[in-house]
């Protein structure tokens, strides 16, 4: 499928900031992406570049193939949901969810059926005499999606639209967002600063930080080859230590030889090594490979968070099913497979590279 | 604690002698209205004599129809102009511009009637236009066109800027976004607008009495110039008649400005029978 969104080295700049680097992006149909990125970092100014609030300084944006870059939003085909969710409160549910419509001047029955069609998508059937200010937060995000989708966007754009919801509510409308997107097949783009909102919801992730793309992939790449200590820092909790490759699987660090699955350096190439806490299993001080004092445990429901120290004092955060005593001396245990490597300043290009070669290779060997 | 403080006795006496203060004269003057003698010196006896002669004064009615058509035709002008002034100062990008736009309107605000009055005489009688109701109309247009756009540019500033993002995104152009959404949104603020300039030409007496002209008078002029020659108290009719008038101003604008907000939750409340929560 050809892509329906494309950025072609799109920048920004205010006076002398330069918000948005040359950003390089394609959009296919049908997926839901998310732009993933702490405040500041520009996703939102990709979105409002995409609905046509904003327009580029260089570069171009492309819809369906066409440059797009002066197109104002009212003729776009992409609709958005705004974080406030921008509800005109001098009108109730059923003339918001057809303000489109009334624009285009659709006749009473198209516009009738089409709002109910929608109010039951967001499961809020017979909603539409209310007024705005008598709906909770949670049913105003539902009219504004049910609002934007009645606009029937080929691309509809999420501004952190659910960073206003309370946890459970957040939790049930992010189930809801990602099946009304299946159920519809149309594209979603979302943003968010929560990573795992991203991880739970997308197809594909861009991570952003400082205007630029750090990198991009299905939450499972992403997750568990960062490619940079932004990246690892930022999705989920990490444990990142210096370390050497000295050779294609095998990993120094902390003054100790690991075997690992990463391959495609150069010899003693210095890198970070990653662990992520849920890998890290506590035994005996025989039986780990690594030796660590219990610092600090905290019961978080499903599981232990313990944040422990080893012999050379870093820091470490391990996820434990059983409670461990505090002041104790334990081992960590990870396998091969655990240990994630990152090189210092490589770039998305020649990560991916990388990975793809070192994929080869070890098919190769199979 | 509020609540407790309210209560105390002295402080609603103190409240009860201010409204005494502030209607006494006026329910003086309504009283004599009905006194069957021709002076205010003593009531001698209930009669709708002043009443009668007023209504049987044609010179008079016609002057309360010129004052009532000059407030409502001279506010609904300046409730449009300023709307839209209060629109292009909300919109203006540089706020050293904007705030000498705001500063100009604030001074026409409180600068004197008689320096205002005396101004627009000068004008006029300086480009050679007739003075008469034209003047008035274009006199009271003016000096009502601040408090309109006092009264409305606060909304403009009250209103969440997505709203206007939003309508762009589902397709508006910039008329509807104005139309549909702007001018809707700004709604209470304008009505309120219109009715404070129609409060602000009819007991506008200073610059309608520069501007007149032979021919033509509003009640205020009228009833001065009236008093000047000697107490009458067909006056005090018209004064009464004046303050019902006004009464049922303040009683229809309190309707209008409640129906805007309480329909809402009249049709909500509808709907709460009928809709189960699916939450």
Same mark, same amino acid.
């Given at each position: ?36 990125g ?13 609905a ?33 969710? @921008? ?42 005499q ?13 009219? @504004? ?40 097949g ?14 739970a ?26 490619i ?18 000295k ?43 690594l ?49 994630h ?26 | ?67 009532l ?5 001279s ?21 050293g ?13 409180v ?19 007739q ?19 006092l ?129």
């Open positions: 499928m050809g892509a329906i969104i494309e950025f072609k080295g799109v920048a920004l700049t205010y006076g002398a900031t330069e918000v948005l680097k040359a950003i390089n992006l394609t959009i296919e149909p049908g997926k839901f992406y998310t732009l993933l702490p405040s500041g970092s520009g996703k939102t100014t990709i979105l409002r570049l995409m046509g609030f904003l327009q580029p300084s260089a570069g171009n944006i492309l819809f369906e193939g066409q440059q797009i870059n002066t197109v104002p939003p009212e003729k776009r085909k992409v609709n958005t949901v705004f974080q406030n969710y @921008a509800l005109f409160p001098n009108l109730n549910v059923y003339d918001n969810v057809a303000f489109g419509m009334t624009i285009k001047g659709k006749s009473p029955a198209e516009k009738a059926a089409k709002v109910d069609e929608m109010l039951h998508l967001v499961k809020l059937d017979g909603y539409g209310w007024e705005i200010s008598e709906l909770s937060g949670g049913q105003q995000q539902r009219v @504004a999606i049910a609002r934007a989708l009645a606009n029937e966007p080929e691309v509809l754009l999420l501004d952190e639209p659910l960073s206003a919801l309370d946890y459970k509510l957040r939790k049930e409308m992010q189930r809801e967002l990602r099946s009304i997107q299946q159920r519809l149309i594209t979603f783009i979302f943003v968010t600063h929560d990573q795992e909102e991203a991880l919801m997308s197809d594909w992730i861009f991570v952003m930080n400082d205007g630029k793309i750090v990198q991009n992939g299905s939450p499972v790449d992403i997750y568990d080859e960062p940079n200590h932004f990246v690892a820092d930022f999705i989920g909790e990490s444990n990142i230590i210096p370390g050497v490759m050779k294609d699987y095998l990993v120094s660090f902390l003054g100790r030889d690991f075997e690992n699955v990463d391959g495609g350096m150069r010899p003693n190439e210095p890198v970070e090594v990653v662990l992520r806490p849920e890998d890290l299993d506590i035994v005996s001080e025989e039986a780990g490979k030796v660590v004092t219990i610092d600090d445990q905290s019961f978080r429901g499903d599981y232990y968070e313990i944040s422990a120290h080893d012999d050379d004092l870093n820091q470490w955060q391990i996820q434990a099913t059983n409670p461990v005593e505090i002041g104790q001396r334990a081992g960590l245990y990870f396998d091969p497979e655990d240990i490597i990152m090189r210092l300043h490589e770039d998305e290009a020649a990560f991916d590279a990388r990975i793809e070669q070192y994929v080869e290779d070890e098919q190769d060997e199979n | 604690m509020q609540s407790e403080r309210f209560k105390a006795p002295w402080l609603k006496l103190y409240l009860a002698l201010v409204f005494i203060l502030m209607y006494l004269p006026i329910a003086y003057l309504i009283i004599y209205s009905f006194n069957r003698g021709a002076t205010m010196t003593a009531f001698t006896g209930f009669s709708w004599q002043h009443y009668l002669d007023m209504f049987n004064d044609l010179r008079l009615m016609q002057i309360l129809v010129n004052t058509i000059i407030a409502l035709l506010a609904l002008l300046a409730t449009i102009i300023g709307t839209f002034g209060a629109l292009l100062i909300y919109q203006m990008k540089r706020t511009i904007k705030n000498i736009f705001l500063s100009l309107n604030n001074i026409l605000l600068s004197p009637d008689v320096i205002i009055g005396a101004s627009f005489l000068i004008l006029f009688t300086m480009v050679g236009f003075l008469g109701f034209g003047s008035v109309l274009m006199a009271h247009i003016a000096f009502s066109i601040p408090i309109v756009v009264m409305v540019l606060p909304r403009f500033h009250d209103m969440d800027t997505t709203l206007i993002d939003a309508a762009y995104d589902l397709g508006a152009n910039r008329w509807q976004v104005l139309s549909r959404v702007i001018l809707p949104y700004a709604w209470p603020g304008i009505l309120a607008g219109f009715f404070m300039a129609i409060t602000y030409s009819l007991d506008d007496f200073a610059v309608t009495f520069f501007v007149t002209g032979n021919g033509f008078s509003t009640l205020s002029v009228e009833i001065y110039s009236r008093a000047r020659q000697g107490v009458d108290l067909s006056i005090n009719a018209l004064s009464a008649l004046l303050f019902v008038l006004s009464l049922m101003l303040v009683v229809v604008y309190y309707f209008i400005a409640t129906g805007v907000a309480t329909r809402s939750s009249k049709k909500a409340g509808h709907g709460q029978l009928k809709v189960v929560d699916p939450q």
